[in-house]
């Protein structure tokens, strides 16, 4: 079975410096992989997706993720942090072999002033 | 842009009624499911549904749970008898394909007193 672990609970980073938020999968073989955003009492909206086509992947509001096979990572990155990225995080794989989507445990960012 | 709408957006309900969360689907995607966050949790599957029968459940979609497709349109998710460690965020989704990207509604936040 596919699992997805998010290295970090919790990021804060300044206003305006760079976003990282870990993800890493594991897997026989190359998944198709997405990055979700959670604002505070909203759902989830798809920020990125990944799907073999390309290995750096563009998403909405400025986010980027790179596909690496060799360390099994999907880390996703903003060159400048907004105050409006603050939320939550979730890598997410399909399951391999099963209907389901696999979460990672998520990274709540946090966007100081 | 289509999205999967949920309603209701709030629920209290008394410990041991019986509460129905209604989905609409995308309406050109055939795979959908229910998931739940329970407050300060990570996201947890709970049911798969295609070709109008369970594809897969996990282990808390024990019997109080059932899930509908009535009319071709609605996804509903019924808890039969509440319990208290039901209150959490219930999210619908669906997909085109299987291992596609998700599309997940708003979220029914679900408070059982």
Redesign the interface.
């Known amino acids: 079975a596919q699992s997805v672990t998010q290295l970090d609970s919790h990021v804060s980073v300044s206003e305006g410096t760079p976003v990282l938020l870990r993800c890493n999968y594991s897997s026989s073989y190359s998944p198709s992989l997405f990055w979700y955003v959670q604002h505070p009492n909203k759902g989830l909206q798809l920020l990125l997706k990944y799907t073999s086509a390309a290995t750096l992947v563009k998403g909405i509001n400025g986010f980027e993720a790179e596909f690496k096979k060799s360390e099994t990572s999907f880390h996703l990155t903003k060159p400048s942090a907004h105050m409006s990225d603050a939320a939550e995080y979730f890598c997410v794989a399909p399951d391999s072999g099963t209907y389901k989507y696999i979460f990672g445990t998520g990274t709540r960012l946090k966007v100081l002033a | 842009e289509p999205e999967v709408t949920q309603t209701p957006s709030h629920q209290v309900t008394q410990m041991g009624q019986e509460v129905i969360l209604r989905c609409v689907p995308i309406s050109n995607h055939l795979?959908f499911?229910w998931?739940r966050q329970i407050l300060g949790q990570?996201?947890?599957?709970l049911v798969?549904f295609?070709n109008n029968e369970i594809?897969?459940k996990?282990e808390i979609f024990d019997d109080q749970f059932s899930v509908e497709r009535p009319d071709g349109s609605n996804f509903t998710l019924k808890i039969r008898s509440t319990k208290l460690e039901d209150s959490a965020m219930y999210?619908c989704?669906s997909t085109v394909q299987?291992?596609?990207?998700?599309?997940?509604?708003?979220?029914t936040r679900l408070t059982v007193v």
């Open positions: 795979y499911y998931y990570k996201v947890e599957f798969s295609y594809s897969e996990s999210f989704a299987r291992g596609t990207e998700a599309f997940f509604g708003q979220g």
